[in-house]
């Protein structure tokens, strides 16, 4: 029961990032630097908003640069390169490669202290990465129509920099949560560079579209990136990198829920894949033998019987 609670934490992270696509659309035409800008100051001010009943927990920002500079790359360097990366080659084929992140959690976790890489945790994360690929082409053909692009190397990247940033989190396990905050406002500032120098500023045009970027920033790059880090440091991290599957599954899912698209016979198909390999990843989880139970009928001992 040790890592299932975190682990349920960290799972909740996945289910937040499933409503990116759909709230990054309803954002509405707001370039993708200024979007992240914005976003990730509000997932920053989530995380520091508590710091008013919790004064204390700004003392939790004091940490070694070797802390800072995991979390600048993992949120800021993979977003900003993954923004490059959509802008530099076809989007499908993109997110098939930087989503070979889990299978990346997967080994690399099996290089840390007290994990050890099984079978059914390299079936499970297999079977999760055949459902990904179905969904993210919907049935089609693989392959990379003009070639090998600056976008595919940098999309590898990023597949490289999240299952590190993630794994290398729980070698940081006694640092706070709370470092979050600094790590989303690091990242804001970056992006907002950017932004002024990449990109045309454009406003949000209606309370839709702000709400959408409020909800973007307060809940996926918000409480998710919170949830992702606590999951990390004290869950499974394995049957987490399975179970990051489920994202691209369910975010078509919403989409399909919202009304933006059509049913594809590829959504059934990933949903038996990603969940059957994701129960085989989660195996140990779920079929952990009871403790056998204590039986509390008073037995007689050798004292019974005596007179005072």
């Not at 890592?3 to 709230?23: V, Y």
């Not at 038996?272 to 001992?301: C, E, F, M, N, Y």
Request: positive net charge; charged residues 10%; contains cysteine.
């Amino acid at each position: 029961m040790k890592k299932t609670i975190p682990t349920l934490i960290g799972f909740s992270a996945i289910l937040t990032w499933s409503f990116l696509a759909l709230l990054s659309t309803a954002a509405g035409p707001v370039p993708p630097f200024q979007l992240a800008a914005m976003t990730f100051l509000l997932g920053g001010m989530v995380g520091a908003s508590s710091w008013l009943v919790r004064p204390s927990a700004i003392r939790s920002l004091r940490q070694p640069w070797q802390v800072w500079a995991l979390g600048t790359a993992g949120l800021c360097i993979y977003h900003c390169a993954y923004f490059f990366a959509i802008q530099s080659a076809p989007p499908v084929e993109v997110s098939l490669i930087a989503y070979l992140w889990p299978l990346l959690i997967v080994v690399f976790a099996a290089f840390l202290p007290g994990e050890k890489l099984k079978a059914h945790h390299v079936a499970g994360v297999a079977l999760g990465l055949v459902g990904a690929i179905v969904v993210i082409t919907r049935g089609g053909t693989i392959g990379l129509a003009n070639g090998v692009m600056k976008g595919h190397v940098i999309a590898l990247f990023c597949a490289f920099i999240w299952a590190g940033y993630s794994v290398l989190s729980r070698r940081f396990g006694k640092v706070p949560t709370d470092v979050v905050a600094g790590y989303c406002f690091i990242t804001a500032a970056v992006a907002f560079v950017l932004h002024l120098t990449l990109e045309t500023t454009v406003w949000p045009q209606s309370a839709t579209q702000w709400s959408a970027i409020v909800l973007l920033g307060a809940i996926p790059l918000g409480a998710g990136f919170y949830a992702w880090d606590y999951g990390c440091k004290h869950g499974d991290i394995m049957i987490l990198g399975a179970l990051s599957y489920a994202a691209p599954l369910f975010s078509v899912i919403v989409l399909l829920l919202a009304g933006f698209g059509v049913f594809h016979w590829s959504v059934a198909m990933a949903c038996i894949l990603i969940t059957v390999g994701a129960v085989i990843a989660a195996k140990d989880l779920l079929l952990r033998p009871r403790s056998p139970a204590i039986d509390a009928t008073p037995r007689p001992s050798a004292l019974d019987g005596r007179t005072g």
